[in-house]
């Protein structure tokens, strides 16, 4: 049996202490400096502004989805508009972390936006929670196993 010089581990200390340092910024949802806003309403601007300018960089970096989310098809159908807000009435009905923003404004064609965003605190940042999970099919029972 060969033996590698560190030991046999396989992977030399310094690059399993940047593994562990990468696994650890994953797992605890650690937002960039350039994620996320400072409080609710930041986060609905962002979010506003990322549809107007149909920017999937920007969009994405003021959201987070439960599920696999494709942002440049999202702002590809929804942005571009021009989106004026009058209102955001927010809410805070689940605790410090969770809000819902209510967006309401008019686009550069005087067509009515109507919004409800659901917002989330991660890390002392607000985003904008994306995408939902599938809902069961009707007449399913979902206490029940598969």
């Known amino acids: 049996m060969h033996r590698k010089r560190n030991g046999g581990q396989g992977v030399n200390r310094p690059a399993r202490f940047a593994y562990l340092i990468a696994a650890a910024l994953v797992t605890t949802g650690c937002a960039g400096s350039d994620q996320g806003a400072e409080n609710e ?14 920017d999937a960089a920007a969009l994405e970096r003021i959201a987070q989805s439960p599920v696999q989310f494709d942002y440049a098809t999202f702002v590809s159908n929804k942005g571009g508009r021009g989106i004026s807000v009058d209102t955001v009435d927010i809410t805070k009905d689940f ?50 196993t598969r």
């Open 95 to 144: 605790g410090p972390v969770m809000a819902n923003a209510h967006v309401v404004g008019v686009d550069t064609n005087k067509q009515p936006y109507d919004e409800r965003l659901v917002l989330k605190k991660v890390d002392d940042k607000w985003f904008v929670t994306m995408g939902e999970a599938t809902p069961n099919k009707p007449g399913s029972d979902p206490s029940t």
């Open 41 to 54: 309403r930041g986060a609905v601007d962002a979010y506003i502004s990322a549809l107007n300018n149909r």
